[in-house]
């Protein structure tokens, strides 16, 4: 079964940036989508950004787009998520996830394995 632990959140000022990473247990880690969501305290869970299993595509929620970048390391085992020029409104939950496909998905429900979350706090 594939473990996910993301890692990287914590309290920054708007502009700033940060780097989440997502370490992965599993022998099958690179031939998985991965994606990341993100969950603000009263709202739903959102997607953030996905990548194929061998990164040659990308794909960005239009309130990240231009801001944040993913990217993965399969000999490591690890996604990354760079968020650049951080705003108030990205303060989240942020959570790592993998679907047994190539491609990511949008759903939710579409995902097999989740992180705990890393909380991102963005400061004004």
């Known amino acids: 079964q594939v473990q996910l632990v993301e890692s990287g959140g914590g309290l920054v000022q708007a502009g700033d940036s940060v780097r989440l990473s997502c370490l992965a247990s599993?022998?099958?880690?690179?031939?998985?989508?991965m994606a990341w969501f993100r969950q603000a305290p009263g709202k739903e869970r959102e997607f953030v950004s996905g990548?194929?299993?061998?990164?040659?595509?990308?794909y960005y929620a239009d309130s990240v787009k231009g801001r944040f970048a993913i990217s993965r390391d399969n000999a490591k085992n690890t996604v990354y998520l760079q968020m650049n020029s951080l705003k108030p409104e990205d303060t989240a939950v942020y959570y790592c996830?993998?679907?047994?496909?190539?491609?990511?998905?949008?759903?939710?429900?579409?995902?097999?394995?989740w992180g705990q979350g890393t909380q991102v706090t963005v400061s004004s």
């Open positions: 599993g022998r099958t880690f690179s031939r998985y989508a």
């Open positions: 996830a993998t679907r047994r496909w190539r491609s990511w998905s949008l759903q939710i429900g579409d995902y097999d394995t």
């Open positions: 990548i194929t299993w061998n990164g040659d595509s990308t």
